[in-house]
Structure formats: C-alpha cells, structure tokens
C-alpha cells in the first residue's frame, strides 16, 4: 500500500515536473547554432610578390557559433540575449584572428517589444546590416570587392598595408543599440559605444542606420562616426583609426598621416527583376588626423562606390561584384616629401566572380575568382572553391 502512494505521488510530481517544463518551454528558449564555412585556392591581393596556396576559413561568409535566446514576459515584452564568437576552422582556432575576444561577433542583452530592440553590450555597427545587404557577396570579407576595400587590410601599395577605409569593426563593444519597430516599411536603428577612458568623453564611436524593404525595391543609408577601435581599445588619448601613407615616386620617401576620427556616410539600394538581381553602394569617408599640425595641412578623404548583380541558375547564383576606392591627401606635401612626383592620392578596383551552388538550404558549395588593383602597385589575382554549412 505504501509503495502503491508513493508511486501515485511521484506520478503526480512527474505530472506537475512536466507541466512546468512545457509551461517553460513556452515561455523561453535557447538556441545553440553557427555556420562553419571553409574555402581552399590561391591569393594574390595587389601588392603582393607571389601567390600563396591555401586553405582558409570563412570566405563567403565568417565562420561563428554561439546562443541565443529569448524569454516571454508577457504583454509582448521580451527578454533577448546574445553569445556568439568568430572562430576559424583551417586551424581550430577561435576569433577571427588573434586579437578577437571570445565572442566578438555578439554578447548583449536586451529588451524587445511593440516598441522595438534595446540592447547593452557587444552587439552590432551602424555599418554592417547596409553593407551586406546591398552587395551580392553579402557577408564575404574573403571575395566580395565591397568587404575588402572597407573592412580589412589585404593589399599592399609601397610596403604599406591597406587600411580599411571604414573604421571600427562591424561590431561596436560597450555598445547601447536601440532599433524602431517597422514604420512604413523603414526600421531605424541608432549606436553609442562608449570609450570607457577616464577624463575623456568624448572619445566614443556613435551612428545611425535605416533600411527600407517593400516589394522588389531595398534600399538603406548609414552615418557613423568613429574614434574607438574594437573590439578592444586600450589607448589612452586617441587612438589611429585610419592611416593613408603618401610617397615619393622618385626617392621612395613615405609620410604616415593617421586619423584620430573616421565618419562615414553610405548610401545603398538594390531591385529584384527576378531574373536578376542589380546592387549599388556608394560612401564617403572623412577624417581627423592626429597632431594640430597634419590636421590642418591636409585634407584626408575616400570615396567607394560597388555595383554587382545575383543571378539566378540552376539550384544556385552567380554572383558578380566590382568596387572602386580612391584615398586622397590634399595638401602640400614638399616639406616632408620633397617637390618631385609625389603620389598623394591612390585607387584601388577590384573585380570579383562568383557562383554559388545550395545542395540544401543549409549547405552550399562555392567558387569565386577575384581580380584586384592598386595605384602604381602590381595587380593580383585570387581564386576559393569552398563550402558552407549551417547549423
């Protein structure tokens, strides 16, 4: 009889046990997912000596893994969170180099409701939603012409690596984000990352962006502006955001300017004919440089404009992008660099064709071929056959 009570009561607490936990479930999730993708081929950006086999991460798109999750507070409120980080599966290794934190990709929490997202901690920049969204190689920092000329330092002219020509990552850390319900087909988000230095508050990185979406037409704008590194500063004073290195033709003589501040405005749009789908982006940077003196001698600016299209073919796209960045220094430079042939101002367009094969909807195979050039720098071109998949 006794055995008989017990086995009633544990029936009842695995009743109220169950119950419970669908109630929870209900209420709450987390979610364990990423996307490992993984490319072997050639490179060769311009300005390199030679071409270098090899096996990489992450060419159409970072390889990353982490949680998420959301709670139900009822009433439409919503409690959300966010860890996820970069990591790199040619070697194993985590962040997308060695200077990432654990989870550089994302680390927030936040709010959501009828009255949008506000979020606190690592979480996105003003500039990286627009600019994947209006080029056809979206996410890739490996092929798509758009991602390099902004975002990374592939390419050398004079001994010199390229600096991306806009600052600060595509993740702001100490960040607050809020981000407007959908009104009228825009969403509107508005970045403040503080630069958490003592006796210096002015030293933060802030913007804005919207997007757009309404049948075949897309289009979006940003503006940020950047005086913080990421995804950790830890220089007192200010830092270099940007640097540019004019030189002498004839002597080899080479001036470093370095900005202190970075603001940049970009303007992008994309329509879907079906049949094809056409791209274009344009933006424009100015900067700060650091030091009174270069600040007020020369005027530093680059301009970048990307058209593409996507094509449908067979279970796949091709892909074809090109990118054109001019970085110029205005002003007089013969008293660091002499009078004779002083190159000031330099180009860079790079080419890239692509096709991209989806066996499922959470694995596709690649192929890209990209052709890259430099002012006074020879050219260079690189080739991935890779593949992605979704977990």
Known sequence: MKSIKHAAAGSVLGLVVSAFSVSALAQSSVQIGGMVDVYAGSLKRSGDAASTGVVNSSGMQTSWWGFKGTEDLGNG?????????????????????????????????????????????????????PMLTFNPFAASFAFSPLG?????????????AWSPVVSGDTAWSNEIMYVT???????????????????DSGKNNFGVNTMYAKGPLSFGAYFQSVKVNNPVDTTVGESSVFTFTPYNRVTG??????ASKNDTWFLGGAYDLQYMKLFGTFNRSTTK?????????????????????????GKGLVLLSWARTKVEAKGDFSAVL??????????????????????????????????????????????????????
């Open 77 to 129: 409120l919503q409690a959300n969170f966010a860890l996820t980080g970069f990591f790199r599966p040619d070697i194993g290794g985590t962040g997308r180099n060695n200077s990432d934190t654990m989870f550089a990709r994302d680390a927030n929490v936040g709010l959501s409701g009828s009255f949008g997202r506000v979020s606190l901690g690592r979480d996105l920049a003003p500039n990286f939603v």
């Open 289 to 313: 440089l650091i030091g009174a003196a270069d600040d007020s001698q020369y005027d530093l600016k680059a301009n970048t404009v990307q058209l593409g299209t996507s094509v449908p073919l």
């Open 338 to 391: 002499g009078s004779a042939d002083v190159q000031s101002s330099i180009t860079r367009n790079t080419a890239s064709l692509g096709y991209d094969y989806f066996l499922s909807k959470r694995t596709d195979v690649y192929s890209v071929v990209s052709y890259d050039k430099l002012t006074d720098t020879s050219s260079g071109v690189s080739f991935g056959v890779g593949i992605r998949q979704r977990f």
């Open 181 to 199: 319900p959908k009104l009228g087909g825009f969403t509107t988000s508005f970045f403040l990352q503080l630069g958490e230095q003592a006796g």
């Open 148 to 160: 390099l000329h902004s975002q990374t330092s592939s390419s050398r002219y004079r001994g010199q």
């Open 253 to 258: 003589a080479t001036y470093t300017l370095a």
